[in-house]
């Protein structure tokens, strides 16, 4: 299997890579398991982050970037999108949501406890990878939702096209490969 080889806030990984389609590929990154990289990480979006009140991620890949950020931001309170509601969840809504990693429509829920906490509040969105942006589409829709305001949105990598938009912060990009393992422009 290719790899590609990524330097990270000082941290070389080898990402996999993976298909996406038979002519493009993307390099596998994934936090759960690597507190190393995590914490490298959330300290450098830490130091480009805005202002702001409550960080926002998704289930699942920016739990532990979320969790690292707010940990060594004081231990700030941080909000969860949830693949499925839960019991405990009261007055949910709901978007979907199609990410490129993905093989089919999902759901992101809310609970209307963090909701009504994230009203009038500055929310940076945070994700450890960015690619297509849907995924931050549906965030973005949530945060609206609850009446909050954005006031950042975050990445660990910007993949492909994600790296040219200037309305995402992110520590570096990450490209799309072909089958051999070759970055397409």
Request: proline share 4%; glycine share 8%.
């Amino acid at each position: 299997m290719n790899s590609y080889e990524i330097t990270l806030c000082g941290l070389k990984r080898q990402l996999p890579l993976c298909p996406l389609t038979e002519d493009m590929y993307i390099g596998a990154f994934v936090t759960f398991g690597d507190p190393e990289l995590t914490t490298a990480c959330a300290e450098e979006l830490l130091r480009l982050a805005p202002e702001y009140d409550y960080i926002l991620t998704a289930e699942a890949k920016g739990i532990p970037i979320a969790h690292e950020m707010a940990r060594l931001d004081g231990n700030r309170k941080y909000f969860l999108a949830r693949k499925a509601p839960k019991l405990y969840m009261s007055g949910v809504f709901e978007v979907s949501v199609r990410s490129i990693t993905t093989a089919r429509v999902q759901k992101l829920y809310l609970d209307q406890a963090d909701a009504d906490a994230m009203r009038g509040k500055r929310i940076l969105i945070v994700d450890d990878v960015i690619s297509t942006g849907e995924s931050l589409t549906s965030l973005e829709e949530l945060v609206n939702k609850a009446g909050g305001i954005i006031c950042g949105r975050m990445c660990i990598l910007a993949e492909g096209d994600a790296a040219k938009r200037n309305d995402i912060t992110f520590i570096s990009a990450l490209p799309l490969f072909d089958k051999d393992g070759n970055p397409l422009d």
